[in-house]
């Protein structure tokens, strides 16, 4: 079985080709982020509260001049580095991405609101250190166009009850990349509301946003305590066929790369006490928005 474990320990002594080491307790994260910044900046508010430990956010990297994303880095004293996408190859650009983020000794490659497809040169030379966060319970509403309200667009069409965001590696596809973890939203409320349907669709987005914002961080803090292993995984799956009008299932095998991370029922129970702080924050600034907490946070958006 290949396996790959992201550890915090010194483990030159571990035979295993396929362990990755980290300085101990101490992960450099780089954030790639193009635009807005909210979830970049949550990041950082964990941080500042105290709450992620044994991470250090050591560069924000944004693709887009004059992205708000490039003053939130700057008010928390990080580097904000930027690098320009728009007409530039995606061989040059990468290029510098790489040595960006190798200059600032990045472990953690975060994804947050990178609105680029990364090369499969570019992901295999930070092998299972990228990680992306998604707006949707993937793999539903993901791929290749699937970004901003577009996401929100696409769940609200189908109706689902739930929604909710998704941490996953990347590797080359688009948004399929061995999911990591996964917060689940219930939305089913939302359809009810007199309003206009652009006005449903913002509360969705709202609504699944808040939670972006603390799952981030705990894949991150759980990343950095050594907690997340990649291991390739043989399942079996029906394919369906028609055959003659007839409907055949055919049992194929086939090999998956899992990410799980190996968290312990006191490890979460430590981690959700430590990230009150930020939850206290974030719904105060969220009651300081102006917007209809009420309908984003009908339950308070306390748990
Ligand atoms: C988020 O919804 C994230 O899930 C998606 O892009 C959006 C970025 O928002 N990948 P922000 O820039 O973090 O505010």
Same mark, same amino acid.
């Given at each position: 079985m290949a396996y790959l474990k992201i550890i915090p320990l010194n483990c030159a002594s571990r035979p295993n080709a396929y362990i990755l080491c980290l300085i101990e307790g101490h992960v450099r994260v780089g954030i790639l982020a193009s635009w807005r910044g909210s979830n970049a900046r949550a990041i950082l508010d964990h941080v500042r509260l105290g709450v #992620? /430990? &044994? =991470?250090? @956010?050591?560069v924000i990297i944004y693709?887009?001049?004059?992205?708000p994303v490039r003053k939130i880095a700057e008010s928390y004293g990080i580097d904000a580095v930027f690098v320009r996408? /728009? &007409? =530039? #190859?995606r061989a040059r650009r990468e290029l510098e991405l790489a040595e960006v983020l190798t200059s600032h000794g990045v472990d953690v490659v975060a994804l947050a609101g990178y609105e680029y497809i990364l090369s499969s040169h570019f992901i295999d030379r930070f092998k299972w250190k990228i990680l992306n966060i998604h @707006?949707? #319970? #993937? @793999?539903?509403? &993901? &791929?290749?166009?699937?970004?901003g309200m577009r996401v929100h667009a696409e769940v609200y069409k189908a109706g689902v009850r739930v929604s909710g965001t998704t941490v996953h590696l990347v590797d080359e596809s688009v948004d399929s990349g061995p999911i990591v973890d996964q917060w689940p939203v219930y939305i089913g409320d939302i359809y009810k509301m007199d309003l206009p349907y652009e006005q449903k669709l913002q509360i969705l987005a709202d609504r699944v946003l808040v939670y972006e914002h603390r799952l981030y961080s705990r894949v991150l803090q759980a990343v950095a305590d050594g907690l997340l292993e990649v291991s390739v995984e043989r399942v079996r799956v029906p394919r369906v066929a028609e055959e003659g009008g007839r409907i055949k299932y055919v049992e194929e095998e086939l090999e998956v790369t899992r990410a799980v991370l190996r968290v312990s029922d006191s490890w979460l129970r430590d981690w959700r006490e430590r990230q009150r702080a930020y939850v206290e924050h974030q719904l105060r600034e969220w009651a300081e928005s102006g917007k209809p907490m009420h309908l984003i946070c009908p339950d308070g958006c306390v748990n």
């Amino acid at each position: 079985m290949a396996y790959l474990k992201i550890i915090p320990l010194n483990c030159a002594s571990r035979p295993n080709a396929y362990i990755l080491c980290l300085i101990e307790g101490h992960v450099r994260v780089g954030i790639l982020a193009s635009w807005r910044g909210s979830n970049a900046r949550a990041i950082l508010d964990h941080v500042r509260l105290g709450v #992620l /430990r &044994g =991470v250090e @956010p050591s560069v924000i990297i944004y693709t887009d001049e004059g992205a708000p994303v490039r003053k939130i880095a700057e008010s928390y004293g990080i580097d904000a580095v930027f690098v320009r996408h /728009r &007409g =530039v #190859l995606r061989a040059r650009r990468e290029l510098e991405l790489a040595e960006v983020l190798t200059s600032h000794g990045v472990d953690v490659v975060a994804l947050a609101g990178y609105e680029y497809i990364l090369s499969s040169h570019f992901i295999d030379r930070f092998k299972w250190k990228i990680l992306n966060i998604h @707006p949707s #319970l #993937l @793999p539903f509403a &993901g &791929g290749k166009g699937m970004y901003g309200m577009r996401v929100h667009a696409e769940v609200y069409k189908a109706g689902v009850r739930v929604s909710g965001t998704t941490v996953h590696l990347v590797d080359e596809s688009v948004d399929s990349g061995p999911i990591v973890d996964q917060w689940p939203v219930y939305i089913g409320d939302i359809y009810k509301m007199d309003l206009p349907y652009e006005q449903k669709l913002q509360i969705l987005a709202d609504r699944v946003l808040v939670y972006e914002h603390r799952l981030y961080s705990r894949v991150l803090q759980a990343v950095a305590d050594g907690l997340l292993e990649v291991s390739v995984e043989r399942v079996r799956v029906p394919r369906v066929a028609e055959e003659g009008g007839r409907i055949k299932y055919v049992e194929e095998e086939l090999e998956v790369t899992r990410a799980v991370l190996r968290v312990s029922d006191s490890w979460l129970r430590d981690w959700r006490e430590r990230q009150r702080a930020y939850v206290e924050h974030q719904l105060r600034e969220w009651a300081e928005s102006g917007k209809p907490m009420h309908l984003i946070c009908p339950d308070g958006c306390v748990n």
